[in-house]
């Protein structure tokens, strides 16, 4: 069968989504034809409603299947209202929001089908029903419509054994002009699943998900939460897809893990940090866990190549960060870990939310400070984003805290937030993302704190009129080029805003220690 993916970048960096490489692998291992339309202005693929129904006429896929975010749900939707009107293919869609958000994604007319969770087996069972003309009922993972009815069979579908997965099929994707937009760097997965049940993250509602259907099959809890999570390759499949990588595209120079929690010390990762040093000897990036940071393991990423270890701070507020986001960690320990990085050579990175329900502007600034306290070489900072299924996002409807109007300007992780006004002043929270960086310079304690005081009072005092029309964003980023090569030229340090900064990160989410 040929089967065409739709994946949108809209408004946003793009990027390249293993979820897709997986699915797209795994089908044609089984003989299937995979095509995708990635709908991204840097792909000379712009948001184009009539190009996109032009190419499925021209391809005549016999399954439509999209992968979708929240952030980007606005645009996947308008891609599939579109196609219905025009087509009667069925549809399936799949991914985060899909999964987060069943009950009212599948009341959308143009969608056939929900997959769940992992879609590896879920997915080839669908295209030979497809095939065989065969009823849907049974299949694990999915919501399907018949007869007018929604059907939503049990999530039970996943995969223990992940070097049994074909590698990714990264040649469905312009895979080359990802790579070179991210100056060499390729992103991988190497892990399945976290232990952590942080209250943000999707993780927790997909693991509650298979726990729930689990029981009510067996009626005892058969789901390993520990094995689902702690899921990853051997260090021999991790060694051989890294090297296929490397002969089969020249242009990458270095490796960014993006899992959940690559770094951790233990047997894998001791013949992980041996062996790529050996085996494969380029710079790379990964991501940790302050709990799990320490120097053995600062040392074993120095001397096997790690230039960048990315962590969560998520909030500079100790107690908003224990008790409304689960993550038990203290200001103590993020300090004290940062500084071992520091020590030994490598940059670490911080990840960090703003607009947190319950956060005051106080505690925001809290944020900016802990950072400036660390110092790590890349700062992100993204909005807080309520993502269905999550029990932040569950807090915040009983609370009536999310502006249902503002869903559409999500976009990016970056952008407004969707707490209403008397919950999260939408101006005041404009100015400690717009001025963040400004704020983080001011607390370094150095040369260039009173130029960043005297700036960020100016801009703190413009009319409310010039920050909602965009007039003081656009001072700032005026002043903003004045202001760092004027600190070059005086040797001081400072954060500084760059498109990519020698790592796998989007335009404007990450401030680099200069």
Not at 1 to 9: A, G, S
Request: with cysteine.
């Amino acid at each position: 069968m040929k089967i065409l993916f739709i994946y949108t970048d809209v408004s946003t960096a793009i990027g390249y989504t293993a979820g897709i490489g997986s699915l797209s692998a795994f089908l044609k291992r089984e003989g299937h034809e995979v095509k995708l339309i990635h709908v991204s202005d840097e792909l000379d693929y712009p948001f184009d409603l009539k190009r996109i129904n032009k190419d499925i006429e021209v391809y005549t896929p016999g399954l439509i299947c999209f992968s979708i975010t929240t952030n980007q749900w606005y645009y996947s939707r308008h891609i599939g209202r579109n196609i219905r009107k025009e087509f009667n293919m069925p549809i399936i869609a799949g991914g985060h929001h899909p999964t987060s958000d069943a009950d009212n994604v599948i009341e959308e007319f143009w969608l056939d089908m929900l997959c769940l969770g992992e879609g590896e087996n879920t997915l080839l069972e669908v295209v030979k029903r497809l095939e065989g003309k065969k009823e849907m009922d049974g299949v694990p993972n999915l919501i399907h419509k018949k007869n007018g009815k929604v059907i939503k069979e049990l999530m039970k579908a996943w995969e223990h054994d992940i070097d049994s997965l074909p590698f990714d099929d990264r040649d469905i994707f312009d895979y080359a002009k990802i790579v070179e937009t991210r100056g060499g760097w390729a992103e991988v997965i190497v892990t399945r699943g976290c232990p952590y049940a942080c209250s943000y993250c999707f993780n927790q509602p997909l693991i509650d998900g298979y726990k729930a259907d689990l029981y009510a099959e067996n009626k005892h809890n058969s789901f390993s939460v520990s094995k689902f999570a702690n899921r990853r390759r051997s260090v021999d499949s991790t060694i051989r897809m890294l090297k296929g990588l490397r002969e089969k595209y020249n242009d990458i120079t270095a490796f960014t893990f993006v899992d959940d929690i690559m770094a951790k010390t233990g047997d894998w990762f001791d013949e992980f940090a041996r062996r790529y040093k050996e085996e494969i000897g380029l710079p790379y990036a990964c991501t940790s866990q302050p709990l799990y940071f320490d120097e053995k393991l600062a040392e074993q990423l120095k001397e096997s190549g790690c230039k960048v270890v990315k962590m969560g701070v998520e909030a500079g507020d100790e107690a908003i960060r224990k008790k409304v986001l689960n993550r038990n960690i203290s200001n103590e320990c993020l300090i004290n870990v940062f500084k071992i990085a520091r020590e030994y050579g490598l940059k670490p990175q911080s990840f960090n939310m703003i607009g947190i329900p319950g956060e005051s502007v106080e505690n925001m600034m809290e944020t900016v400070r802990i950072n400036a306290s660390m110092k790590p070489y890349i700062v992100w900072v993204s909005t807080f984003i309520p993502y269905p299924g999550t029990e932040l996002y569950y807090e915040s409807i009983r609370k009536g805290m999310i502006d249902e109007s503002k869903w559409h300007q999500v976009d990016s992780y970056r952008g407004a937030s969707v707490l209403k006004e008397e919950y999260l002043s939408a101006l005041e929270f404009k100015k400690i993302r717009v001025l963040f960086r400004w704020l983080l310079n001011e607390n370094l304690e150095n040369d260039a704190k009173e130029i960043f005081h005297a700036n960020i009072q100016d801009l703190s005092s413009r009319s409310n009129e010039q920050w909602q029309n965009g007039t003081v964003e656009k001072i700032f980023e005026e002043r903003d080029n004045e202001i760092d090569q004027d600190l070059r030229r005086k040797n001081i340090s400072h954060y500084v805003s760059k498109k990519y900064i020698n790592i796998l990160w989007g335009n404007e989410y990450g401030y680099d220690l200069t």
